[in-house]
């Protein structure tokens, strides 16, 4: 696709919405769009005769609705698609399931969903659209395990009492997550603390979603709480706030500090949660940087191992967007690259 337009089908059942976005979209010389559908059953035939490169699907929609569509998509022509969702609590289960089916990320629709806030999210959409067009879509679902140096990594890592593995993810995140956790021991001792770029209206059922269908308790990070053995904690709890690790009375609490960083769809902040953990844990902490677009990580992961601690990427093959690991990586302060599996498996050693 190298020197061409980016080919975007737009789905909505709003003929505004369909307009607004077409309007947003054709304004910027990298993309086209190259028709737009107002149902599930409409999309999935456009996709298979006008093969577009990103498709932004819509939840709510008569004949077949979002969900239906994404998981007919995945299974008969699979397309990065990005969902435009209303952020809230009634839409939050149904998105986590778009994403779940193949979905790669997800847009703020005003509520009431006739309105677009251009304002907050013109520049948001178009930078995803561009990231998802380079994505890698066809990235494995099971993934072999690999022999990468894994055995002398782990025998490096520390022997501390006082250990824990942070996890920093966007675009792509949430499934390999849950492809990690689900190959988690049930009785680890370490606890996890994971910042996944994501509306704050969703981290409760992120959570909540994780914890039903897994050995391991997962919750959200709540202010001033104590991160106890066996735990794996979902930030972004407050809205617009990033979750640090702090140390009070010998032990390590969560606090939150409101988010600065410009665009909400980069909270909660991975440097934030990183920084804050290799100044609280040091040299028992492991740090690892998952799929997602920019650089947010990077500054993290360098305070990371200048305290002692030890940094894992997601290798480029295995990773939907290899933005963020490649920016971890160019920072030097990456000591291995490894897939979801071999991630998961590295935790069990390091959390045993």
């Keep these: 696709m190298k020197g061409s337009k980016i080919k ?13 976005l077409t309007d947003i979209l054709s304004k910027d010389p990298r993309i086209e769009v190259m028709g737009t559908a107002e149902d599930g059953i409409e999309a999935i035939a456009k996709i298979e005769a006008l093969n577009p490169d990103v498709v932004t699907m819509d939840i709510n929609m008569p004949k077949l609705d979002g969900k239906q569509a ?8 699979p397309v990065p698609v990005i969902v435009i969702s209303a952020y809230t609590s009634k839409d939050a289960p149904l998105t986590l399931d778009c994403l779940e089916l193949g979905a790669i990320d ?23 659209i561009v990231a998802a ?15 990468n140096g894994i055995k002398d990594f782990v025998k490096k890592l520390s022997k501390s009492n006082n250990k ?17 956790i689900s190959s988690l021991d049930g009785d680890l ?19 909540e979603r994780l914890n039903g269908k897994y050995r391991i308790k997962v919750k ?18 407050e809205s617009d706030c990033n979750t640090l690790i702090k140390e009070k009375d010998d032990h390590l609490v969560f606090s939150c500090v409101k988010n600065t960083s410009p665009g909400k ?19 028992g902490l492991l740090g690892i940087v998952l799929t997602g677009m920019g650089d947010d990580g990077k500054k993290g992961v360098v305070e990371i191992k200048k305290h002692g601690g030890m940094v894992i990427a997601q290798d480029e093959e295995s990773s939907l967007i290899y933005g963020m690991p490649d920016e971890a990586v160019k920072s030097g302060s990456v000591d291995i690259q490894l897939n979801p599996i071999e991630i998961a498996q590295v935790i069990n050693k390091f959390g045993a």
Excluded: W
């Design 106 to 128: 997800v847009v703020e629709k005003a509520s009431g969903e006739i309105s677009f806030d251009l304002d907050d999210s013109t520049a948001e959409i178009i930078e995803k």
């Design 133 to 147: 067009s380079k994505s890698n879509i066809a990235m494995q679902k099971s993934i072999p395990e690999m022999e």
């Design 265 to 283: 769809h980069l909270s909660p902040s991975v440097d934030e949660l990183f920084v804050s953990a290799a100044k609280a844990v040091g040299e």
């Design 189 to 207: 001792k370490t606890p996890i603390v994971i910042a996944q770029h994501m509306p704050y209206v969703f981290i409760k059922n992120f959570a």
């Design 164 to 180: 824990v593995v942070v996890i920093g993810a966007s675009t792509g995140g949430p499934s390999t997550i849950e492809m990690i």
């Design 70 to 77: 994404i998981k007919k998509i995945m299974a008969r022509h």
């Design 220 to 237: 959200e990070a709540m202010p001033s709480e104590k991160l106890e053995e066996g735990y794996i904690y979902i930030c972004g709890a």
């Design 8 to 20: 975007v089908l737009i789905v909505d059942d709003s003929y505004f919405m369909r307009k607004i």
